[in-house]
Protein backbone atom coordinates (compact mmCIF):
# COMPACT_ATOMS: atom_id res chain seq x y z
CA UNK A 1 0.00 0.00 0.00
CA UNK A 2 1.13 3.11 -1.12
CA UNK A 3 -0.03 6.03 0.64
CA UNK A 4 0.29 9.85 0.86
CA UNK A 5 -1.16 11.58 4.03
CA UNK A 6 -2.42 15.33 3.17
CA UNK A 7 -3.82 18.51 5.29
CA UNK A 8 -3.12 21.16 7.67
CA UNK A 9 -1.02 20.96 10.48
CA UNK A 10 -2.17 19.27 13.22
CA UNK A 11 -5.17 17.53 11.41
CA UNK A 12 -3.57 14.25 12.57
CA UNK A 13 -1.53 13.25 9.83
CA UNK A 14 1.43 11.84 11.90
CA UNK A 15 -1.02 10.23 14.66
CA UNK A 16 -2.64 8.27 11.68
CA UNK A 17 0.22 7.46 9.51
CA UNK A 18 1.94 5.74 13.37
CA UNK A 19 -1.24 3.29 13.64
CA UNK A 20 -1.45 2.76 9.76
CA UNK A 21 2.31 1.76 9.65
CA UNK A 22 2.18 -0.63 12.97
CA UNK A 23 -1.07 -2.17 11.69
CA UNK A 24 0.19 -2.73 7.86
CA UNK A 25 3.88 -3.02 8.66
CA UNK A 26 5.15 -0.24 6.03
CA UNK A 27 7.67 2.55 6.96
CA UNK A 28 6.33 6.01 8.19
CA UNK A 29 8.30 8.03 5.93
CA UNK A 30 7.15 11.99 7.69
CA UNK A 31 9.52 14.93 5.78
CA UNK A 32 8.82 17.02 9.43
CA UNK A 33 10.44 14.13 11.52
CA UNK A 34 13.91 13.12 9.22
CA UNK A 35 13.57 17.49 8.95
CA UNK A 36 13.23 17.58 12.77
CA UNK A 37 16.80 14.72 13.32
CA UNK A 38 18.78 16.66 10.55
CA UNK A 39 18.52 19.70 12.56
CA UNK A 40 18.77 18.16 16.22
CA UNK A 41 21.86 16.36 14.68
CA UNK A 42 23.31 19.82 13.25
CA UNK A 43 24.12 18.06 9.44
CA UNK A 44 24.26 20.40 6.54
CA UNK A 45 20.31 20.04 4.95
CA UNK A 46 19.54 20.51 9.11
CA UNK A 47 21.15 23.67 9.15
CA UNK A 48 19.70 25.01 6.07
CA UNK A 49 16.04 23.66 6.92
CA UNK A 50 16.52 24.93 10.35
CA UNK A 51 15.32 28.98 10.12
CA UNK A 52 12.63 27.78 7.87
CA UNK A 53 10.85 25.28 10.20
CA UNK A 54 11.29 27.70 13.13
CA UNK A 55 9.80 30.60 10.97
CA UNK A 56 6.40 28.12 10.15
CA UNK A 57 8.01 27.96 6.38
CA UNK A 58 7.99 25.49 3.99
CA UNK A 59 11.73 24.05 3.22
CA UNK A 60 12.82 24.40 -0.20
CA UNK A 61 11.23 22.16 -2.65
CA UNK A 62 14.95 21.07 -4.13
CA UNK A 63 16.27 19.95 -0.48
CA UNK A 64 12.65 18.00 0.57
CA UNK A 65 12.60 16.56 -3.03
CA UNK A 66 16.12 15.18 -2.69
CA UNK A 67 15.24 13.45 1.18
CA UNK A 68 12.43 11.61 -0.23
CA UNK A 69 13.75 9.60 -3.12
CA UNK A 70 16.51 8.67 -1.01
CA UNK A 71 14.16 7.57 1.77
CA UNK A 72 12.20 5.47 -0.77
CA UNK A 73 15.21 3.68 -2.14
CA UNK A 74 15.46 2.23 1.27
CA UNK A 75 14.96 -1.49 1.05
CA UNK A 76 11.43 -1.41 3.73
CA UNK A 77 9.90 1.48 0.93
CA UNK A 78 9.45 -1.85 -1.76
CA UNK A 79 6.78 -3.19 0.07
CA UNK A 80 4.80 0.43 0.44
CA UNK A 81 5.08 3.02 2.37
CA UNK A 82 2.68 6.41 3.90
CA UNK A 83 4.03 10.00 3.25
CA UNK A 84 3.07 12.41 5.51
CA UNK A 85 3.30 15.74 5.24
CA UNK A 86 5.35 15.49 1.19
CA UNK A 87 4.59 16.38 -0.83
CA UNK A 88 3.57 20.14 0.06
CA UNK A 89 3.77 22.30 -3.16
CA UNK A 90 2.97 21.42 -6.84
CA UNK A 91 6.44 21.04 -7.66
CA UNK A 92 6.56 18.34 -4.88
CA UNK A 93 3.49 16.25 -6.27
CA UNK A 94 4.88 16.07 -9.65
CA UNK A 95 8.33 14.70 -8.70
CA UNK A 96 6.68 12.58 -6.81
CA UNK A 97 4.34 11.08 -9.41
CA UNK A 98 7.89 10.92 -11.43
CA UNK A 99 10.02 9.11 -9.35
CA UNK A 100 7.37 6.60 -8.48
CA UNK A 101 6.47 6.05 -12.22
CA UNK A 102 10.28 5.75 -13.39
CA UNK A 103 9.90 2.26 -10.69
CA UNK A 104 6.02 1.53 -11.71
CA UNK A 105 4.74 1.82 -8.21
CA UNK A 106 1.94 4.29 -8.13
CA UNK A 107 0.13 6.03 -5.37
CA UNK A 108 -2.99 3.55 -4.21
CA UNK A 109 -4.38 6.59 -2.46
CA UNK A 110 -4.27 9.92 -0.95
CA UNK A 111 -5.87 10.50 2.25
CA UNK A 112 -6.87 14.37 3.36
CA UNK A 113 -7.72 14.82 6.58
CA UNK A 114 -9.92 18.31 6.73
CA UNK A 115 -10.09 19.93 9.50
CA UNK A 116 -10.63 23.68 10.76
CA UNK A 117 -8.34 26.33 11.99
CA UNK A 118 -9.75 26.06 15.37
CA UNK A 119 -8.60 22.43 15.94
CA UNK A 120 -5.57 22.69 14.58
CA UNK A 121 -5.18 25.67 16.79
CA UNK A 122 -6.13 23.91 19.85
CA UNK A 123 -4.64 20.83 19.04
CA UNK A 124 -1.16 22.03 17.72
CA UNK A 125 -0.83 24.58 21.24
CA UNK A 126 -1.62 21.47 23.61
CA UNK A 127 0.64 19.37 21.69
CA UNK A 128 3.59 18.40 24.17
CA UNK A 129 6.72 15.54 22.77
CA UNK A 130 9.50 13.60 23.99
CA UNK A 131 12.79 14.62 23.17
CA UNK A 132 14.11 11.64 23.92
CA UNK A 133 11.90 8.59 22.41
CA UNK A 134 10.21 11.28 19.99
CA UNK A 135 6.27 10.17 21.48
CA UNK A 136 3.54 12.68 21.27
CA UNK A 137 1.23 14.04 23.77
CA UNK A 138 -1.66 17.05 24.50
CA UNK A 139 -1.99 18.05 27.67
CA UNK A 140 -5.83 17.57 26.99
CA UNK A 141 -6.38 15.17 24.34
CA UNK A 142 -3.49 12.71 25.42
CA UNK A 143 -2.21 13.71 28.52
CA UNK A 144 0.75 12.03 29.59
CA UNK A 145 0.31 9.90 33.52
CA UNK A 146 2.34 12.55 35.04
CA UNK A 147 2.58 16.01 33.67
CA UNK A 148 5.25 17.10 31.29
CA UNK A 149 6.78 13.62 31.70
CA UNK A 150 6.97 10.78 29.04
CA UNK A 151 4.68 7.60 30.17
CA UNK A 152 7.59 5.27 27.95
CA UNK A 153 11.07 6.96 29.30
CA UNK A 154 10.79 9.47 31.67
CA UNK A 155 12.20 12.15 29.85
CA UNK A 156 10.82 15.44 30.16
CA UNK A 157 7.68 16.65 27.39
CA UNK A 158 8.89 19.80 25.28
CA UNK A 159 6.81 21.86 23.18
CA UNK A 160 8.00 22.33 19.38
CA UNK A 161 9.42 25.22 18.58
CA UNK A 162 7.15 25.57 15.73
CA UNK A 163 3.63 24.66 18.27
CA UNK A 164 4.01 28.45 19.38
CA UNK A 165 0.77 30.17 18.60
CA UNK A 166 1.85 32.52 15.85
CA UNK A 167 3.99 30.12 14.13
CA UNK A 168 0.86 27.79 13.63
CA UNK A 169 -0.85 31.11 11.97
CA UNK A 170 1.94 31.21 9.74
CA UNK A 171 2.10 27.63 8.95
CA UNK A 172 -1.91 27.48 8.40
CA UNK A 173 -1.37 30.23 5.79
CA UNK A 174 1.51 28.64 4.39
CA UNK A 175 -0.77 25.41 4.34
CA UNK A 176 -3.56 27.55 2.28
CA UNK A 177 -1.50 29.03 -0.12
CA UNK A 178 1.05 26.53 -1.23
CA UNK A 179 -0.31 23.03 0.01
CA UNK A 180 -4.07 23.25 -0.41
CA UNK A 181 -4.49 23.62 -3.96
CA UNK A 182 -2.82 19.32 -4.22
CA UNK A 183 -6.30 18.62 -3.10
CA UNK A 184 -7.77 18.97 -6.81
CA UNK A 185 -4.46 17.84 -8.03
CA UNK A 186 -5.42 14.40 -6.00
CA UNK A 187 -8.98 14.87 -7.28
CA UNK A 188 -8.15 14.74 -10.58
CA UNK A 189 -6.62 11.45 -10.66
CA UNK A 190 -9.47 9.70 -8.44
CA UNK A 191 -6.94 9.20 -5.63
CA UNK A 192 -8.30 11.32 -3.16
CA UNK A 193 -10.19 10.16 -0.02
CA UNK A 194 -11.47 12.47 2.34
CA UNK A 195 -11.36 11.83 6.03
CA UNK A 196 -12.59 14.11 9.56
CA UNK A 197 -9.65 14.96 10.94
CA UNK A 198 -11.93 16.51 13.96
CA UNK A 199 -12.83 12.56 14.88
CA UNK A 200 -11.21 11.15 17.85
CA UNK A 201 -8.22 9.21 17.61
CA UNK A 202 -9.74 5.83 16.97
CA UNK A 203 -12.82 7.02 15.05
CA UNK A 204 -10.60 8.69 12.65
CA UNK A 205 -8.52 5.36 12.29
CA UNK A 206 -11.42 3.59 11.81
CA UNK A 207 -13.08 5.51 9.22
CA UNK A 208 -9.85 5.53 7.43
CA UNK A 209 -9.25 1.80 7.32
CA UNK A 210 -12.90 1.04 6.03
CA UNK A 211 -12.14 3.52 3.31
CA UNK A 212 -8.83 1.26 2.61
CA UNK A 213 -10.23 -1.72 2.79
CA UNK A 214 -13.79 -0.58 0.66
CA UNK A 215 -11.42 0.36 -2.40
CA UNK A 216 -9.89 -3.05 -1.59
CA UNK A 217 -6.03 -1.59 -1.90
CA UNK A 218 -3.61 -4.12 -1.82
CA UNK A 219 -1.72 -4.44 0.84
P1 LIG B 1 5.56 18.58 9.92
O1 LIG B 1 6.25 17.93 11.03
O2 LIG B 1 5.12 17.78 8.74
O3 LIG B 1 4.36 19.39 10.55
P2 LIG B 1 2.86 19.56 10.07
O4 LIG B 1 2.41 19.15 8.75
O5 LIG B 1 2.68 21.00 10.35
O6 LIG B 1 2.18 18.49 10.87
P3 LIG B 1 2.04 18.29 12.40
O7 LIG B 1 3.01 17.26 12.87
O8 LIG B 1 2.05 19.59 13.16
O9 LIG B 1 0.55 17.78 12.42
P4 LIG B 1 -0.11 16.37 12.11
O10 LIG B 1 -1.19 16.54 11.11
O11 LIG B 1 0.93 15.32 11.83
O12 LIG B 1 -0.80 16.12 13.51
P5 LIG B 1 -0.38 15.15 14.70
O13 LIG B 1 -0.84 13.77 14.38
O14 LIG B 1 1.07 15.33 15.04
O15 LIG B 1 6.43 19.79 9.32
C1 LIG B 1 7.11 20.69 10.16
C2 LIG B 1 7.91 21.67 9.30
O16 LIG B 1 8.90 20.95 8.50
C3 LIG B 1 7.09 22.46 8.24
O17 LIG B 1 6.48 23.61 8.80
C4 LIG B 1 8.18 22.78 7.22
O18 LIG B 1 9.00 23.83 7.65
C5 LIG B 1 9.02 21.51 7.20
N1 LIG B 1 8.54 20.53 6.20
C6 LIG B 1 8.06 19.28 6.45
N2 LIG B 1 7.71 18.67 5.30
C7 LIG B 1 7.97 19.56 4.30
C8 LIG B 1 7.78 19.52 2.89
N3 LIG B 1 7.25 18.45 2.28
N4 LIG B 1 8.13 20.61 2.17
C9 LIG B 1 8.68 21.70 2.77
N5 LIG B 1 8.87 21.81 4.10
C10 LIG B 1 8.50 20.75 4.86
O19 LIG B 1 -1.31 15.72 15.87
C11 LIG B 1 -1.15 16.99 16.43
C12 LIG B 1 -1.57 16.99 17.92
O20 LIG B 1 -2.96 16.67 18.03
C13 LIG B 1 -0.84 15.93 18.75
O21 LIG B 1 -0.69 16.43 20.05
C14 LIG B 1 -1.80 14.74 18.77
O22 LIG B 1 -1.61 13.98 19.92
C15 LIG B 1 -3.16 15.43 18.73
N6 LIG B 1 -4.15 14.68 17.94
C16 LIG B 1 -3.94 14.05 16.75
N7 LIG B 1 -5.09 13.52 16.28
C17 LIG B 1 -6.04 13.83 17.20
C18 LIG B 1 -7.44 13.56 17.28
N8 LIG B 1 -8.10 12.88 16.32
N9 LIG B 1 -8.11 14.03 18.35
C19 LIG B 1 -7.48 14.72 19.33
N10 LIG B 1 -6.15 15.00 19.32
C20 LIG B 1 -5.44 14.55 18.26
Not at 6 to 14: D, E
Not at 147 to 174: H, P, W, Y
Not at 176 to 190: G, P, Q, R, V
Amino acid sequence: MRLVLLGPPGAGKGTQAEKLSKEYKIPHISTGNILRQAVKLNTPVGIKANSYMTKGELVPDKIVIEIVAERLKEPDSKNGFILDGFPRTKQQAESLDSMLKSVNMPLDAVIYFHTTDQVVISRLTGRRVCKKCGANFHIKNIPPKKAGVCDFCNSVLTQREDDKEDTIKNRLNVYKNETAELIDYYKKSSMLKTVSGDLDINEAYQVLVKALKNDSIKV
